[in-house]
């Protein structure tokens, strides 16, 4: 006789064990309600600490203020001598463009919602879903662009750094995959104190940068033959002055860059700390410190760009800028180098190589924020985008085969992130008229309507200069239209309820029957007369030997939006003609229905039986109609539903069709 109970355990079980547990850590996030989980970026519970709006501004500031490694050198590589005239303009449409319309933007997607939101609600039904999925493609070339562009631009201020070891030169893609793979793991091990970190690092970039500004500021004034030669070569090169401003407002959009923040400036509105008089509906401090912060970044950001510009076309040769040159994608970086020592300088390189590694980070904030917020309430991705970390997977092997195709290169990238940022832009302005219009606010709609016109000159003009930009926006479009339908296919026969609610008089019809079962007639809800009720009754009562003097109930599913996936479902008792009938509204008549069964089965502990009549119609037109309108072949799709949702086939509804 053993003293064993019970065999040894299976090694294949310890497996499966281990592999749970994996499967929980990435899945974390998924007790969630659905739809509810909006990665960090989104709306934060009511216990959650929030910050003040400088502070928020830190997190936004590390995207936006990081620009400043490599926007200098790209501004002076495009528009050569007139790159501080372009920076002018730049500024004066940041300042009088794009910051009037985020601000608006603010105010009317408080939680963060963002532009794709408010363009969302003025296009219903299919057509807007198709307009989000092509915005977030243009959303995800913005905010995964500026995770690689940004990882390659530390590398190549760590590589040209002179104590840097020469092993490392010729190694910028290893070196960026590196850093990625660094940004994944702290998402991976969860994101936290992200807000204390930006602070500390926009503190210290500024800082060094107001150092390194002032002194370059310092050795153009002490040489004022520099100056000289750059207007002289202003001069020479394009005529007039008055030429060079005309020529810099043509070359403007290739200093799209400098504009980018404005959407990651939204989508962290959540964290912003509200007052005490606010509510969710009108969180009016939230919204004037959302105000507060894209205004402050916008004013830094632009003083920054106009003093950096003008000193680095001033001090540094022309080229110096060239692909290859000690200050392509680093000017500032060298200036630093150049006129405070290569120790200041080295303490330079490090801050920007720690906020540019950082502004990765707000990138897969903004991306975690949105992709969470919308594919998965469309039916559109799989459960589990719905949690953080396998998205995290996802988009750092994305960024790795952007970095790989680009090779690291800062320059190649740039069109790509222009057109994204660009892009998202015109969609806020188009989004604000829209607003404005519809809220009849004459003068704003002017005001707005030109800001809109002023983005598309600019994006399109980007795009014609830039193709390889809409070429890589497009495969990005074309990844999440063509995932996001097959998701929704595969996922058609999945249960679209998160919560279902019978009122009153539906609960009173249920208390009627006290042994059982259930029956239900599915009724089309156009046909509601009575001579419709009793042909529907007399037809069932045929096909399934009702008694004589049964009464059952009537369903009748109106569909709302079929584009519609996950969806609260409010069940209305109603007599009508002196029958029974139970109306809902849904997007989706075989999930609705199957649905509404299982709810009532749980609730009553009765099992319904519901009936049918078959569908006319060729089948596979039919399918097509449940896939695109919700409706098609009823029956046999609700018994699918159901099979899929309960696999023990004594607890399932029964499914009858005549």
């Not at 980018?260 to 969710?280: H, I, K, L, W």
């Not at 510009?309 to 200050?327: C, H, Q, R, W």
Request: charged residues 15%; negative net charge.
């Amino acid at each position: 006789m053993t003293t064993l109970s019970r065999p040894p355990a299976d090694p294949s079980s310890l497996r499966l064990k281990r592999e749970a547990a994996v499967s929980n850590w990435l899945l974390s996030g998924l007790q969630d309600t659905k739809g509810a989980h909006l990665g960090p970026g989104g709306v934060a519970p009511d216990g959650e600490k929030r910050h003040h709006w400088w502070q928020v501004m830190c997190l936004t500031g590390v995207d936006y203020f990081s620009t400043l490694g490599y926007q200098p050198a790209i501004a002076a590589l495009a528009a050569g001598a007139i790159s501080p005239l372009a920076t002018l303009v730049l500024v004066s449409v940041t300042l009088l463009g794009a910051l009037p319309v985020y601000r608006r933007v603010a105010g009317e997607s408080p939680r963060g919602e963002g532009s794709i939101a408010m363009l969302e609600r003025l296009l219903p039904r299919w057509g807007g879903k198709l307009l989000v999925l092509v915005l977030l493609g243009f959303a995800a070339t913005d905010f995964m662009i500026t995770m690689t562009l940004s990882a390659a631009d530390a590398t190549a201020h760590l590589v040209e750094n002179p104590f840097a070891p020469e092993f490392l030169h010729g190694q910028e893609v290893a070196v960026t995959l590196v850093l990625l793979a660094l940004l994944a793991a702290v998402f991976l091990r969860g994101f936290k104190e992200a807000i204390g970190v930006a602070v500390v690092l926009v503190v210290l970039y500024l800082g060094l940068n107001v150092v390194v500004i002032a002194r370059s500021l310092g050795e153009v004034a002490a040489h004022p033959v520099a100056v000289g030669d750059w207007w002289e070569t202003l001069n020479t090169s394009h005529g007039s002055p008055l030429m060079a401003v005309a020529i810099a407002l043509l070359v403007f959009p290739k200093l799209a860059l400098g504009l980018s923040g404005f959407e990651t400036g939204v989508a962290v509105m959540p964290q912003v700390r509200g007052g005490a008089g606010d509510t969710c509906d009108n969180p009016a401090e939230r919204i004037r410190g959302t105000r507060r912060l894209l205004t402050t970044a916008a004013v830094i950001m632009s003083s920054f760009l106009v003093a950096s510009s003008f000193t680095t076309v001033v001090l540094i040769p022309e080229d110096g800028f060239l692909p290859g040159g000690e200050a392509n994608g680093r000017a500032l970086a060298f200036l630093a180098h150049e006129y405070l020592g290569d120790g200041f300088g080295t303490v330079y390189d490090l801050s920007t190589i720690a906020i540019l590694w950082f502004a990765g980070a707000s990138a897969m904030a903004g991306l975690l924020n949105l992709v969470p917020r919308y594919l998965p309430r469309y039916g559109m991705a799989p459960e589990w985008a719905k949690a953080v970390r396998p998205l995290v997977l996802v988009f750092t092997l994305t960024g790795f085969l952007v970095t790989w195709l680009y090779e690291a290169d800062v320059d190649a990238q740039g069109g790509a992130y222009a057109t994204g940022v660009l892009v998202l832009m015109t969609s806020a302005a188009v989004a604000v008229t829209l607003s404005a219009r519809r809220l009849q606010q004459r003068k704003r709609t002017i005001g707005f309507g030109v800001i809109a016109v002023l983005f598309v000159y600019t994006t399109v003009t980007n795009i014609v200069e830039r193709p390889e930009g809409i070429r890589i926006a497009g495969f990005f479009i074309l990844g999440i239209v063509g995932i996001s339908l097959l998701s929704r296919v595969l996922r058609s026969f999945e249960l679209h309820a998160t919560h279902v609610r019978l009122d009153t008089q539906a609960l009173e019809f249920m208390a009627e029957n006290l042994s059982g079962p259930i029956g239900i007639i599915a009724h089309e809800p156009l046909r509601q007369s009575a001579e419709a009720y009793l042909q529907k009754l007399a037809s069932a009562t045929e096909a399934s030997h009702f008694p004589a003097d049964y009464r059952p109930l009537f369903l009748e599913v109106t569909v709302d939006d079929s584009s519609d996936f996950e969806t609260e479902l409010e069940v209305r008792g109603v007599v009508r003609h002196g029958f029974a009938v139970l109306e809902v509204n849904g997007p989706v008549v075989p999930n609705t229905i199957a649905s509404v069964l299982l709810h009532i089965r749980d609730v009553t502990g009765l099992m319904p039986h519901v009936y049918f009549r078959w569908t006319e119609g060729n089948p596979a037109v039919n399918l097509l109609r449940f896939l695109v309108l919700g409706e098609g072949e009823i029956a046999p799709v609700t018994r699918e539903i159901l099979r899929e949702a309960e696999p023990d086939v004594t607890k399932r509804p029964w499914v009858h069709v005549g």
